[in-house]
């Protein structure tokens, strides 16, 4: 046994099939009991059947891993021809519209349990723990509706704009998607998106208290182009209300300089295919840097004014309480942010030895400029890698080599965006805010590797 | 009726044609005009200032009727409730009302925020209530019936009399009396324009530093053990294949390591094979025939019933393991009172007649009457 663990590099494997199926239920009962030394005698047992050469029946995905230098002979997976390289595979269209591995359906957006009382008025959070790069796959994309999703049909709906307007609009779908397009990268947050580790760690892993997070190629026209096309005042006309068409026709302010800058768009594709309805197919409002509530989703109208409208999701909800009783009123920009994804909290560290920390960084004011990665808690810190594209008001992926020497660490990055400003430690920002804002947590997050390989969500003074 | 609405869009329009229009001629063909009545239709949003508030009044008693009826169920006879929603009114005193501010918004120790506690705009709460409410049937209230319900919530938080008549004249005196109405502030760096004057600089300062920048951490958080799986088992909602797994956090946490941590990494390695044989065994349990059930739990979700009945629990109205057990056999019954509702069995707060085919209803009775198995 002691000779696997030494040759097995990375991560300490068990030996295939060491435990038939009946076997591995008396483990999982007798391991609820605590009564490890059956696992101990069961692990010796298999090295025998190992070494016996007994031959795959079907392997749990999580051991296929082991990677030891076999005692005798090799490796069965390759001395063993699998299926897969002796027959024939499947066809062409087998699914007209293709779905992740079988071995991927741990990857889901989940709710956190007691966060609502409904599904209708609720989030899903995105599995950042295990995404790659920038783009989150559409499926994926994190939720977050005020009274249900729906899948509207898009012959039927229509965008309107009135207002300080010349004269008022009526767009179809099919309108719409005539007009000049553009596509790009930009990354939603929810305001709200690190919420519940305002006060305290809340939460186990970066799913629940970062996933309310996701980066799209967004395609759509400029509202500048339509706003024009309506012939808006841009000169009075400050301010531009955004409604949704659904239940809850979600409004929102939006400034009329961040609208004439060209960034504003009104989507209609996201990744290569249209919205996904429960993203507000099939039109919405894309607000680069701003939090997501104001990307309204089953768009249907702006409207041109000169003073801010005070909406519900503007003066009841998405308000920031200070200290000092106040509640700060149109806080909306994301600002700079980042969290490593691996290691990060309920993840298990198999062994010592070489890992590739990596994780996401981003600002709702541009560009990120730099990524510092700490691994005794903020002490000490080293520049990580930003991987390319490197693209504003989006996610940046970084990554930082370490070598693991078995003892606690705890794990921090730091983004700096293109302004110059840098995350906070969550002290600065308790300092100023106090801890019941609940909106805009931009904190520096503490990932604790643990002796034993498991990593927890900790904050650090 | 609605003179008020076009007098301000006259003026609107006299006050903008002053100003220059840029309307763009670069897309023939793209758009048409909105009619009078389209825009009439869409155009439902009320400003601080009232612009868009449609003439009209209600009666607080009259909204009294309208709660009980429409509303109570999700929000408490009293607003009060946090069954399903965050409570709307408590929290408020004739103190704030004099100072518009709400002292309690300063206590760190009071605990949760009512809307009225926050709500500095009464346009909000009009605009709110008549573009999202009730929450399952939005936009399905009369304009008098927006206006008593906003009176009704107003007098519970004491704000207005038990014999006052909300409407278009009178919101702006009402506001002079919000609690909050002084409790807001743009004075912050992240409105992304100029257009409040606001901010620019951003409230925090941190620096980059790389080395010995603080002194030696402590964990002053963390989960506490018995949450541990509170999110469900976490080695399920990772990638099976990486430079990691997810903890098995049905079991108590690496008990090998604790107390006998070796470098030679055996016990790193028993903990490793127990957690994925532990993982593996989950997975491979047979998943038990609940299709069935679990089609009818799917459809208790989609109808919004599960807000307020608790499988095996009373939330607003009984558990639905209290009707199943009072109606046994019973599928007739059961199928009539989900679509017309009913009042004064299970308490005071009536359940109203829901919008639901047939055939789910029929489904869900069904369910019911053979004992609403989980």
Known sequence: MKEHLNASGRVIKAPENFLTPSDVKTVFVEGKQGRRDFIRRAFTAASTVTAAGVAAVSAPSAWAQGNPIPSEGGDPHILNLPEHATGLGQGVATDGYGKPSKFETNLQRRQSPGLTQTTQASVSFAPLQSLFGIVTPSGLHFERHHQGWWDIDPSKHRFMINGMVKSAKVLTMDEIMRLPSVSRFHFIECGANTAVDWGNVAVPTVQYTHGMLSCSEFTGVPLITLLELAGADLKNGKFVLAEGGDGSSMTRTIPMSLITSGEVLVAYGQNGEMLRPENGYPLRLVVPGVQGVSWVKYLRRVEVGDQPYAAKDEAIHYIDLQPNGLHRQYASIQECKSVVTTPSGGQVLLDKGFYNITGLAWSGKGKIKRVDVSTDGGRNWRQARLETPVLSKALSRFNLDWIWDGKPAIIQSRAQDETGYVQPMYKQLRDVRGTRSIYHNNAIQSWLVQENGEVKNVQVS | ?374
């Not at chain 2, 008020?4 to 229009?21: D, E, G, M, N, Q």
């Not at chain 2, 705009?121 to 008549?130: A, E």
């Not at chain 2, 009818?296 to 607003?316: E, F, R």
């Open chain 2, 1 to 374: 009726m609605f003179k008020f609405p076009k007098i301000a869009l006259t003026l609107t329009l006299c006050l903008t044609s002053l100003t220059v229009f840029s309307q763009s001629t670069k897309y023939p063909g793209v758009g048409r005009d909105a009619t009078a009545k389209e825009v009439a239709a869409w155009d439902i949003d009320v400003r601080p200032d009232f612009k868009g508030l449609p003439a009209g009044s209600g009666s607080v008693a009259k909204g009294q009727d309208v709660w009980e009826a429409k509303c109570a169920q999700c929000h408490g006879i009293f607003g009060e409730s946090n069954e399903v929603f965050s409570p709307l009114i408590g929290g408020t005193t004739a103190q704030d009302i004099k100072t518009g501010r709400v002292a309690n918004l300063t206590r760190a120790d009071f605990p949760g925020r009512t809307t009225i506690m926050k709500v500095a705009t009464v346009s909000t709460l009009w605009d709110y209530i008549n573009r999202a409410m009730p929450w399952t049937n939005p936009k399905t209230l009369t304009t008098e019936e927006v206006y008593a319900v906003t009176g009704f919530l107003l007098n519970l938080a004491g704000i207005v009399p038990d014999d006052f008549v909300l409407s278009n004249k009178n919101m702006a005196e009402v506001q002079k009396r919000m609690p909050n109405r002084n409790g807001m502030t743009t004075a912050h760096a992240m409105w992304p324009g100029k257009e409040f004057g606001n901010a620019s600089k951003p409230d925090t300062q941190n620096v980059i530093c790389m080395k010995d920048c603080v002194p030696e951490p402590k964990v002053a958080s963390f989960l506490p053990d018995f949450a541990r799986n509170s999110h469900g088992n976490l080695s399920e909602q990772n990638r099976t294949v990486g430079q990691q797994k997810g903890a098995d956090t049905t079991r108590a946490e690496g008990s090998s390591t604790k107390s006998n941590a070796t470098s030679n990494g055996s016990t790193t390695a028993d903990a490793t094979a127990t957690a994925t044989a532990a993982a593996s065994a989950a997975a491979a349990k047979p998943a038990e025939s609940k299709s069935d059930n679990k089609a009818v739990l799917a459809l208790l979700s989609k109808n919004v019933c599960t807000t307020c009945h608790g499988i095996d629990k009373k939330i607003v109205g009984p558990g639905f393991n209290e009707i199943a057990k009072k109606y046994p056999g019973k599928v007739d019954y059961l199928a009539g009172k989900i679509k017309a509702g009913g009042a004064g069995v299970w308490g005071a707060i009536p359940m109203p007649a829901q919008n639901i085919s047939e055939t789910d209803s029929k489904i869900i009775a069904n369910w019911l009457a053979t004992g609403a198995p989980k």
